[in-house]
């Protein structure tokens, strides 16, 4: 691979599944990390396409009543429309039912069949048919067991191929503690270093025609087809030429970045890396998790109705401001919060505000005091102290933003942009041009401009591959010219021409106005056997830390008839609280049970002994009952 290459790879997303927030994330950060190093002139490839085999997608088609490669034609388009709608610029869109990939991936499997890399023998153990994989006892659910499997877990006793993978465990983890970049972020990498610190066993790679007959079919058992995964991964060599164009495939591989979900890491960090050892293919360079977009605290989920449709939030901000929120709130391999609130805070703050109001300002001027050209800048205007100081800060934002996106902080290289756009905003009220304008000597005033202009030239340029068509519209209606930017343009001052005329200026990013709610007269009559409860945010109940404890020793507090007085074990901490439940459970009663308790209330005295924390109960009328965990887990576990 040229050293001037760069390949970057989405998954391949679920052809069942609808396209969702995770999905546009993840493809979105490909296409920004494909963007910004075209612009740096490399020889730049993004992949991504959709994994079209296995269980779901056959019983999906069964359910429908139409041929398995019918379903997935008509379900492909899904994403392929929504990548469209969001700007992507992938280079190739690959399928799993495509022959380029389906004939490279039963040439593999026949040659490491060839080598004895793959056996056939018995299995007799457990099926998880939601994830189409064999588990073992310890990967079932907490709670669960052989003799009390989950609805998606079966037993199952057939024949099938399994891949060698365990003869690489040892490989593997010397692999990886010599190559640090090839697991990111770090503590990803250290999770797959605890994976393997178990007996890696081999990899089923088929199913059975019998049970399963959507698949690439085994090339030395016509009985069997590939097990989803072995043929999934497969499509990052196969796409760019692996086996049919080596002159494609020295080109672009090794692959510079897998982009993937931390939900997917051990496929692609064990069962990737020990098939490639396998084929005698060198590794990719990082294989970088990110994290996942939650709804406020909790994961999103089609069972709770929380997950966000991307096209929701383009339809009513625009794919640019979209893209915008995405890159700059996750700190990629972290875990990030997706709600209207956010999003709309970040919107009118970044984009309205700060960014769209200065170009606002600024080009109405040029328009109003200028003719509508750009004005003369002097060549003494970077003389000028606050001049300087600005310049320093948007060529602070040219290095930032380059060397972010080399260690795929896009959020940091966003950051220090903005940075920029406040700094010029900042130097703009300062020099006050309405008072300038007025004065005879019109210089300052031209140079004030021009210096502000340059500073929206390049601030532009850095953030088009986030927001192509908006900061494509700004740099056009700022004199920059069409077409993507130059990145040696950037660190020049006075590249814009001055006399040139402007278009008419078109408002960015519209400061978004939650519509207004009429609230409902209240009713002067209340209504009978009614309770006021006053409300509090998720933040204030937050506030409160809840915890497992489990108690040690109870005893009733001399000379109080409702008091116990409990010794509980919470994690690896001893606590005491007084409880005024002695009427409804005696000492006896309580020793033994896993109750809940408010962890940080402030420590109190009550009737001469200190007590730290409350425990929880339920009460109505006279009947008291504890809140307890119904299950076995630790003490000091987090409640809520």
């Known amino acids: 691979m040229s050293e001037s290459s760069f390949y970057v790879t989405t998954p391949i997303y679920y052809v069942n599944d609808k396209p969702h927030i995770g999905h546009a994330y993840t493809t979105m950060l490909a296409d920004v990390l494909a963007r910004s190093h075209r612009l ?36 492909v388009v899904r994403f392929q429309d929504l990548w469209e709608r969001l700007d992507i610029t992938h280079d190739d869109f690959i399928r799993t039912t495509q022959p380029r990939h389906t004939r490279v991936v039963q040439e593999i499997l026949q040659d490491l069949y060839d080598r004895g890399e793959i056996y056939q023998a018995e299995y007799d153990g457990l ?7 064999f588990i073992t006892e310890k990967d079932l659910p907490e709670g669960c067991s052989v003799e009390n499997l989950p609805e998606h877990v079966k037993t199952i006793k057939e024949t099938n191929y399994f891949f060698r993978m365990g003869k690489y465990q040892d490989w593997l983890i010397e692999y990886i503690e010599e190559n640090p970049a090839f697991i990111q972020p770090d503590f990803r990498r250290n999770e797959t270093l605890g994976f393997l610190r178990k007996e890696l066993s081999d990899l ?3 199913r059975p025609k019998s049970r399963l007959s959507w698949g690439i079919e085994l090339p030395f058992d016509p009985e ?31 692959c510079q970045v897998h982009l993937i979900g931390k939900d997917i890491l051990t496929t692609h960090t064990v069962y990737w890396p020990t098939m490639l050892k396998a084929m005698g293919v060198e590794m990719p360079k990082t294989i970088f998790a990110h994290g996942w977009w939650l709804s406020g605290r909790d994961k999103m989920s089609k069972s709770t109705g929380n997950v966000v449709n991307p096209l929701d939030y383009a339809d009513r901000f625009g794919v640019d401001a979209l893209r915008y929120f995405l890159m700059a709130e ?5 875990d990030a919060s997706f709600t209207e609130e956010v999003f709309v805070k970040r919107y009118n703050s970044d984009l309205a505000n700060d960014l769209g109001n200065l170009s606002s300002r600024v080009l109405k001027m ?5 003719g509508a050209v750009i004005p003369a800048g002097s060549g003494e205007a970077l003389s000028e102290p606050a001049a300087a100081v600005l310049w320093e800060q948007v060529q602070k934002a040219v290095t930032d933003m380059a060397e972010k996106i080399q260690v795929l902080r896009p959020d940091l290289g966003v950051a220090s ?35 502000a202009m340059e500073a929206l030239r390049v601030c532009a340029a850095l953030l088009y591959p986030v927001m192509p068509g908006k900061m494509g519209a700004l740099r056009k209606q700022i004199g920059a010219g069409e077409g993507d930017p130059k990145v040696e343009d950037l660190q020049v001052f006075g590249k814009l021409v001055s006399g040139t005329s402007l278009p008419e200026v078109e408002g960015l990013f519209p400061r978004y106005q939650p519509p207004k709610v009429e609230k409902a007269k209240p009713s002067t009559q209340k209504p009978a056997n009614v309770v006021t409860v006053e409300e509090i945010s998720i933040d204030e109940f937050f506030k409160a830390k809840l915890k497992t404890a489990t108690v040690l020793e109870a005893e009733k507090v001399e000379g109080a008839d409702k008091l116990l007085k409990l010794q509980l074990e919470v994690g690896e901490e001893k606590r005491q609280i007084i409880a005024g439940i002695a009427k409804h459970y005696t000492p006896e009663d309580v020793i033994g049970k896993m109750i809940i308790i408010v962890s940080n209330l402030k420590p ?17 009328g006279k009947k008291l009952t504890l809140v307890t965990v119904d299950r076995e887990i630790p003490s000091g576990a987090k409640v809520g």
């Not at 920029?420 to 300052?444: H, I, L, S």
Request: hydrophobic share 35%.
């Open 40 to 75: 740096l002139g490399e020889d730049t490839w993004f992949l991504t396409g959709t994994d079209e085999h296995g269980q779901k997608v056959q019983e999906a088609a069964k359910k429908r009543g139409v041929e398995a490669q019918a379903h997935v034609d008509e379900m």
């Open 127 to 133: 099926y998880d048919v939601r994830s189409e994989t």
């Open 204 to 206: 089923c790679i088929s």
């Open 224 to 254: 069997y087809v590939t097990y989803v995964w072995f043929d999934a991964l497969v499509n990052y060599i196969s796409a760019v030429g692996y086996r049919k164009d080596e002159e494609s495939f020295q080109r672009r591989w090794p």
């Open 330 to 334: 996750m700190s990629l391999g972290q």
């Open 366 to 370: 040029v328009h109003m005091q200028c």
């Open 417 to 451: 942009v903005l940075a920029a756009v406040r700094e010029t905003n900042k130097y703009f009220g300062a020099r006050e041009p309405w008072k300038q304008a007025k004065e005879e000597d019109k210089q300052p005033f031209f140079d004030t401009l021009y210096v």
């Open 604 to 620: 109190a005295t009550i009737r001469g002994v200190e007590s730290h924390g409350m425990l929880l109960a339920a009460s109505k």
